[in-house]
């Protein structure tokens, strides 16, 4: 009997799931009868690839979904089924530009080098009304809402259904917060591997929509969806491991600057390495058009944008890109809510893998307020401006474009380019009311 067989007759599942993420971060799926599952796990689920966001033409044969039987999930939510993870082969082969055989790819190349990489991440996402037009909670509306305790009393039947779920299910959640934004919130689970935290991270974002959908609202981990507030962050905390997962390879006294903040030498390259590819990492890390409202945005409601806008790091100061809160890990400010999950460990890895190899400096540590002296600093490169100069910083790094596949690289570029072109030939409104008098 199969796994996935196994885990159904153990469970009661009637149905999985199969589920892939393609390059834009949508979650694809095929309900699968458990009595078929068997088959599925073998061969996989079979898909046109040039149907969902991927580099393909109808032309292309079936690409199939084989699922990950280890990381298999049941929903709390509607226990007759379960959502698996898949890896996309095509004519036996790996899809070379699927987000999560990209991850895998570097997780062996970091476990080849002696390391595990573990991460944690904090996914904002904001609770609208069912049109997606306004915060959902019209009392919601204080200047500073952030941990706001009758505003996240007010969303209670939602924030606690998702984290009885997430306790279910063993993650180790641990804290709930009302965030920075009006109608904004934060849910925070124990930190793992980077696949299997790109897996919960991906989970969650279906759960949270579910939930939301379920009491008659709409979540949204859009990265500006409401002009004038905080956006959403989904930053990412960071730390390497020996292969056994036991001796914390970034918790040292490395020389300088990096060993104060509770750094060793190797943790200091890996954050070289981030430092080093900051401009190409936005266009994994902040992949949309909005994503570019709120790493550039200006003064919020709240007082900060809570996001970075230049390439610094720091100790524990959260007004920089990379923040070191304690010994043995970082925190990475710069991704937002529409990155996809498993990109995001992905480019993490390959700038840290990176660094490491190349022993990067992650040049001066800069301890000051960036919201009021930012322009005091005028030797730190700043992120890009917009989507488009985001592709073009990744398309003019050779090193991360490698590490994260030239077949993935090539067709990433080549799709977001063409939402940029999609992007600017759309006429808006502001166009008409800035130009039509001219």
Not at 15 to 30: C, E, H, V
Not at 279 to 285: D, H, P, Q, V
Request: proline share 6%.
């Amino acid at each position: 009997m199969s796994v996935l067989a196994d885990f159904a007759a153990k469970t009661g599942v009637k149905y999985f799931m199969i589920s892939y993420t393609d390059l834009f971060g949508g979650q694809r799926a095929k309900l699968v009868p458990a009595q078929a599952i068997a088959d599925m796990e073998e061969d996989g689920a079979g898909f046109a690839g040039f149907a969902t966001w991927f580099d393909m033409t109808p032309a292309h044969p079936d690409m199939l979904a084989v699922p990950d039987a280890s990381a298999v999930i049941q929903l709390p939510w509607k226990p007759e089924v379960a959502w698996v993870p898949a890896d996309c082969i095509m004519e036996g082969e790996a899809v070379e530009q699927a987000p999560r055989n990209v991850l895998r790819k570097l997780v062996k190349e970091a476990s080849d080098a002696g390391l595990r990489v573990k991460t944690g991440i904090e996914a904002e996402f904001f609770l609208l009304t069912p049109e997606g037009d306004r915060i959902s909670d019209p009392f919601d509306t204080a200047e500073k809402p952030c941990y706001d305790q009758q505003a996240v009393m007010r969303r209670y039947d939602v924030i606690a259904e998702i984290c009885d779920y997430m306790l279910d299910l063993g993650w180790g959640p641990y804290q709930n917060d009302h965030e920075d934004a009006n109608g904004q919130f934060e849910m925070n689970w124990d930190f793992d591997d980077a696949l299997v935290t790109a897996d919960r991270h991906s989970f969650f974002k279906f759960m949270v929509k579910s939930v939301a959908e379920k009491h008659g609202l709409k979540a949204t981990f859009m990265p500006k969806p409401i002009e004038g507030l905080t956006g959403n962050g989904c930053h990412a905390h960071i730390s390497v491991w020996d292969l056994e997962g036991k001796a914390n390879a970034f918790a040292g006294k490395a020389p300088g600057q990096v060993g104060e903040v509770g750094l060793s030498e190797q943790g200091g390259y890996f954050l070289g390495g981030i430092m080093k590819h900051a401009e190409a990492l936005a266009a994994i890390t902040n992949p949309t058009v909005n994503s570019y409202k709120r790493i550039n945005a200006p003064r919020t409601m709240s007082g900060a944008t809570w996001a970075p806008n230049t390439v610094t790091w720091t100790g524990n100061n959260r007004t920089h890109m990379v923040r070191v809160p304690g010994p043995g890990r970082f925190e990475l400010r710069l991704p937002d809510g529409a990155v996809n999950p498993y990109l995001l460990q992905a480019v993490i890895i390959a700038a840290g893998l990176s660094g490491i190899r190349s022993k990067a400096d992650p040049g001066k540590r800069y301890d000051i307020d960036m919201y009021a002296e930012g322009h005091l600093i005028t030797d730190a490169p700043k992120l890009p401006l917009n989507m488009l100069d985001a592709i073009r910083a990744y398309d003019a790094d050779p090193e991360l474009k490698a590490m994260l596949g030239d077949d993935f690289s090539a067709s990433y570029i080549k799709m977001k380019h063409q939402e940029w072109n999609a992007f600017v030939s759309h006429f808006s409104r502001w166009e008409k009311d800035n130009t039509l008098d001219i």
